[in-house]
């Protein structure tokens, strides 16, 4: 997967335009993330994310970064032998882009605030 531009509220993806968050997995796009709390993700959001086992995951924190991922979903994250990288959301695409050839990589993008 290539994630071809990301901008406020806009991340086009293989082509595709998305105007919602997403998780974007090697294979496909998950085009909705919902979360209980707008800007402060859960544990039991990402089950899905762990089942797929990946080696990285990026999370972007929103154009702005206001998104926060709490010390206990990075370290739940990490107990389950996944690397965590978290960036706003612009950068966060660009490391997905670089990754993505080398490893099993996912993302989860706030693509507004």
Aim: with cysteine; aromatic share 8%; glycine share 8%.
């Amino acid at each position: 997967m290539k994630i071809d531009s990301f901008s406020f509220g806009k991340i086009i993806i293989e082509g595709k335009t998305y105007t919602t968050d997403v998780i974007v997995y090697p294979d496909g796009v998950h085009d909705s993330w919902p979360r209980e709390e707008e800007h402060r993700p859960q544990v039991r959001e990402f089950a899905e994310i762990v089942k797929a086992a990946p080696d990285i995951l990026i999370i972007g924190t929103g154009y702005g970064g206001v998104m926060s991922i709490p010390d206990q979903l990075k370290n739940y994250l990490l107990s389950q032998g996944i690397d965590v990288r978290v960036e706003k959301t612009g950068k966060a695409v660009e490391l997905f882009n670089s990754l993505q050839a080398t490893d099993k990589v996912i993302a989860a993008l706030h693509i507004t605030c």
